[in-house]
Each structure stands twice: as C-alpha cells, then as structure tokens.
Nanobody
Framework: VQLQASGGGLVQAGGSLRLTCALS????????MAWFRQAPGKEREFVAG????????YYADSVKGRFAVSGASAKNRMYLQMNSLKPEDTAVYYC????????????????WGQGTQVTVSS
C-alpha cells in the first residue's frame, strides 16, 4: 500500500486548506485511514480518522468543529478539510492506513505517506 499526501501550504490564521491522500497498491483490502501531524519538537499526534467504508469518523478534541475528514479506502482517496486554522495547527501532516487497530495510537498504523507541510501565520 502506498500513500501520497498533498495540498499543504501557507495560510493566514482563520483561513482554510484541503489536504488529499491518495491510496494505491493493494486497494482491494479494507483499510481505515487517518491524518496525523507532527510539529517541530513534538510527538506525532492523531488528528482525524475514517473507517474503510467512510461511514464513521473520529477527531482529536483540538480539531473538532474545525476539521472534517471524508473519503475512504474504498474510494482510494481521503480528504481533510481544515477551516478556521490557527497557528498551532502548523505541522507536517501525514496520512496513514491500517487494517485494524486503535485510531489514536500511532504505533497501530502500518502504512504512512510522506507528509505535507501546513503553515498557519498569525
């Protein structure tokens, strides 16, 4: 399974960005997918996740009401719509896929994309 994240960039506080994760390879399997982020000097953290069918989504408390995850491995695409961005959202954003396991636990995810930089200026 290969993952390719794109859509990052520089935006002012209060602005919006949409990230895309493209999944390729063994796409016949059922993978849940998620977005993580890692700011300089900090641990990689869970941001949002979605079930393989796209029916169920999960969010970190810090992004609830501002970010929306959509798509699914069944469609080979996952998106993260980020609204009302804050400087503390600045990080490298990674997409990930797994067959099963915890959404919040980074170690549960076996497949990772290369990351895309999101920078929010104040």
């Amino acid at each position: 399974v290969q993952l390719q994240a794109s859509g990052g960039g520089l935006v002012q506080a209060g602005g919006s960005l949409r990230l895309t994760c493209a999944l390729s390879g063994r796409t016949g399997s059922r993978y849940s997918m998620a977005w993580f982020r890692q700011a300089p000097g900090k641990e990689r953290e869970f941001v949002a996740g979605i079930s393989w069918s796209g029916d169920t989504s999960y969010y970190a408390d810090s992004v609830k009401g501002r970010f929306a995850v959509s798509g699914a491995s069944a469609k080979n695409r996952m998106y993260l719509q980020m609204n009302s961005l804050k400087p503390e959202d600045t990080a490298v954003y990674y997409c990930a896929a797994q067959r099963s396991g915890s959404y919040e636990n980074t170690a549960s995810w076996g497949y990772w994309g290369q990351g895309t930089q999101v920078t929010v200026s104040s």
